[in-house]
C-alpha cells in the first residue's frame, strides 16, 4: 500500500489533491494499492473508478509530532510500503521524523529548503531551479524530481495539438482554482467584461467549494449570451483549447494551460502563488499583475488591451511550450516511484511518454 498524506479544502485550495490523484490513479493502473490521509472532501474518491483504494480522513493541521506520529498509526493498519507528502507543513523537521521512522518517501516541496531526507523531492512550479536544489544539504539516497516536466496532470492534457495564434481574442477562460478565489472574480469581471468587445465570450471555471460561487452565478446568469459558466468542470483541457487568452491565479491552472499553449494574465491568491507567477513573466510566458488584494481596475484594464496584440500571444504560447510541461509528468514521476521507492534500483520502468 502506497499512502499519501494531502490536505485540501476551499481555504488551502485543492491542487495538492489534484496532483495526489492524478499520481494514484497512474500507481493503480499500475497494479499498486493506494490510500489517502487527511482532511479531505466529501468528492475525494467520487471519480469512476475511485483514485484512492482506501480513504481515511483526518482532523486537519495539528503539528508535526502529532501528524506523523497519527500517520504512522494509520500506516501500520494498512500495511504500507512508501509514502506520498504533500502538505505545506511538511518541512524539513517533519522529513527528520519520517526518516527516524526509516520509512520510504517521495516529499513535495514548493520553494528550495534544506535539508532533504527523502528519497524523492518533488517540486514542478515554474520557480523551480535544479541548480537551487542541488546546492542543499540532502541525504545520500535523495533523488530530485524538480522541473516542469514533472508536472502532474490529468491524462486530457497529452497529445494536444499545437496552437495557432489568431488574429483576435474571441473566448477568455477565466479561473482562480477550485476553492476559494479570495475575491477575485468580483475584482476582474466587470473590468474584463468592460474592455472586450461584445462578440468576445467568456469561459467562467469555479469551485463549488467557492465562498464566492452565488456571486459568480448572479453576475453570469444577467449576461448569457457571453459568459458561460462551468462548475467543478472536468473538461478543462478542452475549454482551454478553444480559448484564446487565461485570466487567472498562479496555481495548478498554469500547469494547464502551459500544456494547451494557451497565453496568460496572471494573479496571485496566495502566498505561494508569487514566485511561480514572477517565474512565468520572466520565461515571456505569461504577464503578471502582481497579489490580488493590490489589483486596481486600471492595471488589469491595459493588461487586457495589451494581450489583444496577436504577436504577444504567440510569444507567450512559444515560451509555454517550451517549458516541457507536456501531460506526461506522472508517467515520470510513477517511474521513479516504481524504481526508488518499490523497487531495488533501475527495475522495471514503463515508459509511455513521447519519444
Known amino acids: 500500500m502506497i499512502v499519501f498524506r494531502c490536505d485540501a479544502n476551499a481555504r488551502i485550495g485543492f491542487g495538492h489533491l489534484m496532483r495526489c490523484r492524478q499520481l494514484s490513479n497512474e500507481l493503480r493502473r499500475r497494479g499498486h494499492m493506494t490510500a489517502i490521509y487527511g482532511d479531505l472532501p466529501d468528492s475525494v474518491n467520487d471519480d469512476d473508478p475511485p483514485p484512492f483504494d482506501r480513504l481515511q480522513r483526518a482532523s486537519g493541521w495539528n503539528g508535526r509530532r502529532r501528524d506523523v506520529k497519527e500517520l504512522m498509526e494509520f500506516a501500520a493498519s494498512v500495511g504500507v510500503s512508501a509514502f506520498i507528502i504533500d502538505h505545506p507543513g511538511a518541512d524539513g523537521e517533519y522529513q527528520s521524523l519520517l526518516k527516524s521512522r526509516g520509512v520510504r518517501w517521495l516529499h513535495f516541496i514548493g520553494q528550495p529548503a534544506g535539508p532533504l531526507l527523502a528519497d524523492l523531492i518533488f517540486?514542478?512550479?515554474?520557480?523551480?531551479?535544479?541548480?537551487?536544489?542541488?546546492?542543499?544539504?540532502?541525504?545520500?539516497?535523495?533523488?530530485?524530481?524538480?522541473?516542469?516536466?514533472?508536472?502532474?496532470?490529468?491524462?486530457?492534457?497529452?497529445?494536444?495539438?499545437?496552437?495557432?495564434?489568431?488574429?483576435?481574442?474571441?473566448?477568455?477562460?477565466?479561473?482562480?482554482?477550485?476553492?476559494?478565489?479570495?475575491?477575485?472574480?468580483?475584482?476582474?469581471?466587470?473590468?474584463?467584461?468592460?474592455?472586450?468587445?461584445?462578440?468576445?465570450?467568456?469561459?467562467?471555471?469555479?469551485?463549488?467549494?467557492?465562498?464566492?460561487?452565488?456571486?459568480?452565478?448572479?453576475?453570469?446568469?444577467?449576461?448569457?449570451?457571453?459568459?458561460?459558466?462551468?462548475?467543478?468542470?472536468?473538461?478543462?483541457?478542452?475549454?482551454?483549447?478553444?480559448?484564446?487568452?487565461?485570466?487567472?491565479?498562479?496555481?495548478?491552472?498554469?500547469?494547464?494551460?502551459?500544456?494547451?499553449?494557451?497565453?496568460m494574465i496572471l494573479l496571485a491568491i496566495a502566498d505561494n502563488q508569487v514566485e511561480p507567477a514572477r517565474a512565468w513573466a520572466r520565461r515571456g510566458a505569461a504577464l503578471y499583475l502582481g497579489e490580488i488584494d493590490a489589483l486596481v481596475p486600471r492595471m488589469l484594464a491595459n493588461a487586457f488591451r495589451e494581450m489583444q496584440a496577436p504577436a504577444l500571444r504567440a510569444r507567450q504560447t512559444r515560451a509555454l511550450y517550451e517549458t516541457g510541461v507536456d501531460g506526461y509528468g506522472v508517467t515520470r514521476v510513477a517511474d521513479a516511484v516504481e524504481r526508488c521507492l518499490l523497487r531495488p534500483e533501475g527495475v522495471g520502468e514503463t515508459k509511455e511518454q513521447p519519444s
Open 123 to 263: 517540486c514542478a512550479n515554474a520557480a523551480a531551479d535544479p541548480t537551487a536544489f542541488r546546492r542543499l544539504e540532502r541525504g545520500p539516497e535523495t533523488k530530485l524530481l524538480v522541473g516542469l516536466e514533472h508536472a502532474l496532470l490529468r491524462p486530457q492534457f497529452r497529445g494536444l495539438e499545437k496552437r495557432i495564434t489568431k488574429e483576435r481574442v474571441d473566448r477568455v477562460f477565466v479561473s482562480f482554482g477550485g476553492g476559494s478565489d479570495r475575491g477575485a472574480f468580483r475584482k476582474c469581471l466587470p473590468v474584463l467584461l468592460s474592455q472586450a468587445d461584445d462578440t468576445c465570450r467568456f469561459t467562467l471555471a469555479v469551485g463549488s467549494g467557492n465562498p464566492e460561487l452565488n456571486w459568480v452565478k448572479d453576475f453570469a446568469a444577467g449576461r448569457r449570451d457571453r459568459i458561460d459558466l462551468r462548475v467543478d468542470e472536468m473538461r478543462i483541457a478542452e475549454c482551454m483549447l478553444v480559448s484564446d487568452l487565461a485570466v487567472t491565479a498562479s496555481g495548478t491552472t498554469t500547469l494547464e494551460a502551459a500544456a494547451c499553449g494557451l497565453p
